[in-house]
């Protein structure tokens, strides 16, 4: 289950993930941003989520789009830990009933502030 790390213990990992990303993936693909750094959500996708009746956690899954750059999307999670989805049938508004968020700033290219996890 999800826990607390320390600052230090962060920036370890995401300095050895930024060293590597390049590495673990085939040559074909490097130096074309496939992986991503960071994402940024904003307060109200994650708010939105966490209103869907029945939410207790949230999940992230990660897609990718036709540029092949992989991508957060973001899903609410009932207390079963089934994914909390629109019915299969459904005719939904995005906007007036969200289930699943990819509304991120992606770095690269929208990159945040320097901070210790990210420099």
Same mark, same amino acid.
Do not use: Y
């Given at each position: 289950m999800s826990k607390p790390i320390s600052l230090q213990q962060g920036i370890k990992m995401t300095s050895f993930y930024r060293i590597q990303k390049e590495q &673990? &993936? *085939?040559q074909a693909f490097q130096g /074309? /941003?496939?992986l991503a750094t960071c994402?940024?959500?904003s307060r109200k996708s994650i708010e939105d $989520? $966490? *209103?869907k009746s029945g939410c207790e956690k949230l999940r992230i899954y990660y897609g990718m789009d036709d540029g092949f750059k992989v991508h957060a &999307? $973001? =899903?609410a999670v009932n207390d079963a830990d089934q994914d909390i989805l629109p019915p299969a049938?459904? =005719?939904i508004s995005l906007e007036a009933d969200p289930y699943l968020w990819n509304d991120s700033r992606r770095c690269p290219d929208d990159c945040p502030p320097s901070s210790s996890l990210n420099s």
């Open positions: &673990i &993936i *085939a /074309k /941003k496939i994402e940024t959500f $989520l $966490l *209103a &999307i $973001l =899903v049938d459904s =005719v």
